[in-house]
């Protein structure tokens, strides 16, 4: 699983993955100005979750 992967499936929500390894969670980032959307993720690798997985943490990020 890579953030381009992620990020291609979930582009027509407006947002992108980021993903800060080291700490141990990803974050949504609005494609307009960069903030935060919604909650972080809680996992060490992207590949904890499966692409369904990621693409409804992304919609319940976008609708929060």
Do not use: P
């Not at 800060?20 to 959307?37: A, E, H, P, W």
């Amino acid at each position: 699983m890579t953030k381009a992967t992620i990020n291609k499936a979930i582009k027509h929500l407006g947002i992108e993955i980021q993903n800060t390894r080291g700490d141990g969670y990803s974050y949504f980032t609005s494609l307009k100005d960069g903030n935060q959307v919604g909650d972080s993720v809680y996992v060490c690798y992207l590949n904890q979750l499966t692409l369904e997985q990621w693409i409804k943490e992304a919609t319940n990020a976008n609708n929060q």
